[in-house]
């Protein structure tokens, strides 16, 4: 669950399927096929 893409993957799919539309960015560390990023210490921004 420290893993970039399973954090933006879960976050993205939260907002999609409650609103039907996706308005996060994918960020600059998202993991790519040739290598991961990882997130230990990352806190998720509420929405306003």
Request: charged share 50%; net charge neutral.
């Given at each position: 669950m420290q893993c970039t893409g399973f954090q933006i993957t879960l976050l993205r799919g939260a907002e999609w399927a409650a609103t039907g539309k996706v308005t996060q960015k994918v960020p600059m560390d998202f993991p790519s096929s040739f290598e991961f990023s990882m997130r230990p210490?990352?806190?998720?921004?509420?929405?306003?």
């Open positions: 210490d990352y806190k998720a921004r509420l929405l306003d």
